[in-house]
């Protein structure tokens, strides 16, 4: 099995959501290294991704348009652009947008990352950096979550529902790739992933975005729901490190976590925002909801100590400098597009 990316040799890399949050910074990043970069996305990049990849000082990271779930144009845009690895984070993201899709999901998610390993496959490629999530996890009893522990019950589903579902078949079926078609396959199991661009709310964004804005931010539930908040950038170095590293030997491992490595409860995240944007105004309650206590049962840290030995990666980022970059670079993006003024948020 060939080195990918060995001593950090630049490789043509495509990057599968490219226009979204992570995918944006990952394609950042990777050019900034030195790749070129080309992202593979159904929609062009918004003004929040724009600005990201802007700082993507290396060169341009080119736009392709498509579909993972069509491999025809996937194997078209590698073979036109002569990829060598890629990326894959291109997929339906959440629990509660898996349960209200359950199909979708399925199909875009478990159909892309087929087609991702089979453009890989059949060109030959150096490597596949499978952009996996914590939700693989069945959830544990409280201690730091280890790449070695249970993604699998015979009792109940997964906590993160079919999203968390099809990260846990995804890594199945990128390790199959790797013992039967020597695919040099490694997945990260990235958490609650924070900063300019992001999507999902996981209190953080509201409460960031909130306080740069002036706005009062007000949670009837969450307060004590953690999370092992991860700063983009970290984990948009943890890929470059992926991409860089020699391929691992027979039997080694294969699936990292890139974390912070501690959990952090919503009411502490506040108390942090507060004291990072004075006349922040954030309420949340001290109680979960249902949902929130569905979620609640696979949320812990993750024990990042495999990705420090193997990957050569940790997080430079504590919670309260991530938090404070991230307010930073949102007041400036703020201030650049006319933003919103005062208000109510939630």
């Known amino acids: 099995m060939a080195e990918a990316g060995s001593g950090g040799s630049p490789m043509r890399v495509l990057v599968t959501g490219g226009s979204g949050f992570l995918g944006s910074h990952v394609a950042a990043a990777l050019a900034k290294a030195g790749h070129g970069v080309v992202s593979y996305d159904m929609a062009a990049p918004g003004p929040e991704a724009l600005v990201t990849l802007a700082a993507a000082e290396a060169g341009d990271v080119v736009h392709a348009t498509g579909q993972t779930t069509d491999l025809a144009r996937l194997m078209d845009v590698c073979r036109t652009e002569r990829i060598e690895a890629i990326v894959h984070s291109a997929g339906i993201v959440g629990l509660e947008t898996s349960l209200a899709q359950p199909a979708a999901t399925y199909h875009t998610n478990i159909t892309g990352m087929v087609n991702v390993c089979e453009a890989a496959r059949q060109l030959g490629m150096a490597r ?25 019950s015979v009792v109940q589903g997964n906590p993160a529902g079919h999203y968390g579902t099809t990260k846990m078949a995804c890594e199945a079926i ?15 199991r990235v958490t609650a992933v924070y900063g300019l661009g992001m999507r999902t709310p996981m209190f953080i964004k509201p409460m960031v975005e909130g306080a740069v804005l002036g706005r009062h931010v007000r949670f009837v539930t969450g307060g004590p729901m953690k999370r092992d908040y991860t700063y983009v950038p970290d984990c948009a170095r943890a890929v470059v490190r992926a991409l860089a590293v020699p391929a691992p030997a027979e039997g080694a491992q294969r699936v990292f976590n890139v974390a912070a490595g501690q959990a952090t409860a919503a009411a502490e995240v506040a108390r942090i925002v507060r004291q990072v944007v004075p006349g922040a105004d954030i309420e949340i309650g001290d ?9 609640a049962r696979m949320r812990a840290s993750l024990d990042i100590s495999a990705a420090r030995a193997v990957l050569g990666w940790a997080p430079e980022f504590t919670l309260e400098q991530g938090i404070r970059d991230y307010a930073e670079r949102y007041r ?3 201030g650049a597009s006319g933003s919103h003024p005062k208000g109510q948020a939630a």
């Open 174 to 188: 990128g390790l199959a790739y790797a013992s039967f078609h020597a695919l040099d396959v490694l997945a990260l």
């Open 332 to 334: 400036a993006f703020a």
């Open 287 to 295: 109680a979960l909801s249902p949902l929130e206590d569905v979620n």
């Open 128 to 152: 596949l950096v499978y952009l996996s999530s914590n939700a693989a996890y069945h959830g544990g009893d409280g201690s730091p979550l280890k790449e070695t522990d249970s993604v699998f």
